[in-house]
């Protein structure tokens, strides 16, 4: 225990009785020196407490001047003799005291009471540094009250402050992050709450802590686990080990069953053994752990189930899984290909196939991306010794693992080279056919001449004689329709011509394109490449040159109204919507060809009373024509067929003896053809959509031509949603590049 010493009050008392004494004395010259001696010993042992005490000791006047300091005082203040202090500080209301208010507080203090204790104060030292001073001071009065001056001590209390600072910062800090932790805590001793948190609370449903503390530990826990709860807590008590960290299954103040981890650790509250847990609600986890857990099943028995093989394989190359497709497909299970090395041994018997197939799967692993599937077809060999065309589907997964599958396609490669051989037969079947048709129409010509002239002599000589001239009106109909047909068919073959042209002048683009990539083209090569692409130009319409920026609604409207001209026998309700300003760059001839194709494709699939919508649009960057009839529509087997060019449809006598613009004269395709080649040479695209009437599913049935004469059909809007077409052509808004053909 540090020594106490005398304070200043206290020497100066003893030193005022020691005079006292002396002058009892005066009379005993012995006596005095031996008091005069003691009285030397004794202020010399108080001096040096005085001058070595650890505390600062002073006396100072009401203004605020030091009358003694000791050299504790002076090292307090950052002076270095008590002089020095003494000498500098004349007003140490302002040159010591951070507030000159403080000094004159405890003044007023002392103006009540005997003396000042502890009186904490900030003061600043020679250096102009602040520290913190406690103080213990006393008025000195004389006999009549009067005050001489003051005396006390001075502290120096700056590190003990700093250090209780730090100690509150510090549990204000972990107070802070306990009350506003995610996770909820708890201080237990024994079986007791001692201390909750704010989430605690919220966790369990309640209002306030006082709720809880004080109660015992099962009231959070669902009557599932006591025991297990009362368990570890008994352990702990014991000093038995106990896990760190374990679930358990709570319950909130309303009975609802919650799920909860639990960490804990011994610590000390309020200067007791307690235990500091924390926990967490976890039931969301559960839930998702459920969840993944069922997906989990799922996907398993998905993959056991799948059509196709799946395998698992890590970063090492190693099958990790199977299904069982998988050996199905090729006899193996995870026994016979432990790694990748075994598999390609036995899948690629062929060591060059294998080679390749190895250099590839490497090639494919180092430049594979985390979640891209890369797709190879490669021959395999079964275990069986048959060999199979199969489909690998090769995916990095986000832990570095590889999923494959395996697809076999045998039967559909098998089925592709058979349709691929049909396909070429039946274009060679088509050329002959075109072939033949222009061969036909050529020498129908010269009879068809012969027999024209023959009508005529007989139609003249007739005049002469008595005979029946519906006869020879008969021939001259049945003559007209023949030289229609050789029309036809004379633009049949040109109509079949332009699309072998233009896609004889894109393979051959295709080709140049290719012969570049492998090197520079010669000229003489080059030349040769020209000469071909304009002999072949030849078939094509010579229209293409004249490109123009049109006004399209003003342009479909006079097509619109010259075709309603034309049909207007027809009783067809017509609807253009579109807005002003769109334009687009085309030769005025092909869009013309388009607009009349289109519409004329309509009408003559259009029932009377019905109705035809053509909307003008623009959608981002491509503005759009649609024609929209409310016709019979087109049945699902024709929509495969319609745009590959001279299509009708089986029945073709439905379509005999028609005039352009009747109800059913169209069905060759012949418009379609020519729009859908000017969609390949100038860059625009033609698209259709397209419900057949459910009332005549069938080409074999038959629509009555007129929405009145419909037994289906009560009113005429009944009829527009039975069935209809609309076909839509597209134009980019950007001026479309001539094709050099």
Known sequence: MQEKHPSYEDLTHLIEQMRRRIAELEKSETELKKVEAELRETEKKYRNIYENATEGIFQTTPDGR??????????????????????????ADTQLYENPNDRYEWMALLEKNDSVQNYEVKMYNKDK??????????????????????????????????????????????????????DGVTMIRGDKHLYVNRNFVEMFGYDTPDEIVGTPITLIVHP??????????????????????????????????????????????????????????????KKNED??????????????NAPFGIAMIDKKGVYRYTNPKFKELFGYDLKNIPNGKEWFNRVFPDLKYRKQALRTWINDIRSSKQGEKISRTFDATCQDLT????????????????????????????????????????????????????????????????????????????????????????????????????????????????????????????????????????????????????WTDQFLPAIIEDFQSVDLLSFVKSILEKIKRAASYRRIHYRLEGVNNLFININPVVLKEICEGLIKNAIENTPENGEILITLEQKND????????????????????????????????????????????????????????????????????????????????????????????????ECYYTGGTTFSVSFPIKPVDKLVP
């Open 387 to 534: 060999k199979k065309t199969i489909n690998f589907f090769l995916v990095q997964l986000l832990t570095g693992d590889y999923l494959v599958t395996f697809d076999d396609i045998t039967e559909r490669i098998q089925a592709h080279e058979a349709l691929i051989k049909s396909h070429k037969e039946l274009e060679s079947l088509n050329r002959a056919k075109t072939k033949a048709v222009h061969h036909i129409s050529h020498e129908l010509k010269t009879p068809l001449a012969v027999i024209q002239g023959t009508i005529r002599i007989l139609k003249r000589k007739a005049q002469f004689i008595s005979t029946d001239y519906r006869i020879i009106e008969t021939l001259e109909r049945n003559l007209e329709r023949l030289f229609a047909i050789s029309d036809e068919t004379d633009e049949i073959f040109h109509a079949s011509q332009e699309v072998e042209a233009s896609l004889l002048l894109d393979d051959l683009d295709r080709i140049l394109q290719r012969m570049k990539d492998i090197s520079d083209i010669p000229p003489d090569i080059q030349v040769h490449w020209n000469i071909l692409k304009e």
């Open 622 to 717: 491509r503005i759009w024509i649609h024609v929209t009839d409310s016709g019979i529509g087109i049945t699902d087997e024709n929509q495969k067929y319609i745009l590959d060019g001279l299509f009708h449809t089986k029945e073709t006598d439905l379509y005999t003896s028609k005039r352009p613009y009747d109800f059913g004269a169209g069905g060759k395709g012949f418009e379609l053809l020519r729009i859908k080649t000017y969609a390949r040479r100038f860059g625009f695209d033609l698209t259709f959509k397209s419900n057949r009437c459910i009332h005549i599913p069938t080409d074999l049935d038959v629509c009555p031509g007129d929405i009145s004469l419909c037994r289906k059909c009560e009113t005429t809007e």
């Open 224 to 285: 599932d686990d006591y025991d297990l709860v009362l368990d570890f807590n008994r352990k702990r008590r014991n000093g038995e080990i106990v896990p760190s960290r374990y679930e358990f299954k709570g319950i909130t103040k309303s009975g609802k069953a919650i799920y909860v981890e639990v960490s804990g650790t011994r610590t000390t509250y309020n200067g007791q053994s307690v235990y500091l847990i924390l926990l967490r609600d976890i039931t969301s986890r």
């Open 291 to 304: 969840a993944l857990r069922t997906e989990r099943n799922r996907l398993l028995s998905l993959s056991d």
């Open 66 to 91: 030091f009358l003694s300091a000791n050299p504790s005082l002076a090292r307090i203040h950052g002076y270095d003799s008590p002089d020095e202090l003494i000498d500098s500080v004349t007003r």
């Open 129 to 182: 540094r602040l520290n913190w001073i406690s103080l213990n001071i006393k008025a000195v009065r004389d006999d009549t009250g009067k005050l001489l001056h003051y005396e006390g001590t001075m502290r120096d209390i700056t590190k003990r402050n700093l250090a209780e600072q730090a100690l509150i910062e510090s549990e204000e800090r972990y107070r802070a992050a306990i009350e506003h932790s995610n």
